[in-house]
Every structure is written in C-alpha cells, then in structure tokens.
C-alpha cells in the first residue's frame, strides 16, 4: 500500500515536499514513480528513481523538482520548488519498474492535491 501527503495549496513560486509512504517489506525492490494527472488530461509522468538512485524527470520539471527514497523509512519524496500553476495536479507515487509509462508501475496510492496560484 502506498500513501501520498503534502500536498495543499500554494503560491506560484512556492515549494512543496511530498511523501509517499509504504507498507510492507519490499519496498527496496521496487523502482518508484511519480505521476499527476490534471483535470481532463492524461495521467502524465513526472519523475521515477530505481532501486538504484538513478533518476529520470520529464522535461517540465526537469531543475525545479527532486525525487529521493529512503528505503529504511519506506518512504520517497517530491521535492517540488518554484512551483508553476500548470503544476497543479493530482499527484500520485507508485511502485514498480522504472519507466514513465505508468503500465510499468504495479502499485498505486490514491494521489494528493497540489494547487498552485498565481
């Protein structure tokens, strides 16, 4: 099971960590993602880290945005700076093997909002 937090609502400019926090022992196994999906888009790819470490960003937040895990705290992070209004977006972490196609992802959390404002 994966839980998503941090997210609310901020000022463009702003940043924003999220946690997605997991259950379970195999968490170290698995690559992490990070998608978001805005109202009437597609679910986009946002960044992923493999077991690893090794990263991979889409380009919109490529320099702005950092992905990290601690496989002792069964937790991965966003970290999302100078956020943008077209940054506003359900956000959610799933678990799998490393792409930014999201079939590639086997587990999912139930998103967190992140509003940004201009």
């Known amino acids: 099971q994966l839980v998503e937090s941090g997210g609310g609502l901020v000022q463009a400019g702003d940043s924003l960590r999220l946690s997605c926090a997991a259950s379970g022992r195999t968490f170290s196994r698995y690559a992490i993602g990070w998608f978001r999906q805005a109202p009437g888009k597609e679910r986009e790819f946002v960044a992923a880290i493999s077991t690893r470490r090794v990263t991979d960003y889409a380009d919109s937040v490529k320099g702005r945005f950092t992905i990290a895990r601690d496989d002792f705290k069964n937790t991965a992070y966003l970290q999302m700076n100078s956020l943008k209004r077209e940054d506003t977006a359900l956000y959610y972490c799933?678990?799998?093997?490393?792409?930014?196609?999201?079939?590639?992802?086997?587990?999912w959390g139930q998103g967190t909002q992140v509003t940004v404002s201009s």
């Open positions: 799933a678990a799998g093997t490393i792409d930014r196609d999201p079939s590639a992802y086997d587990y």
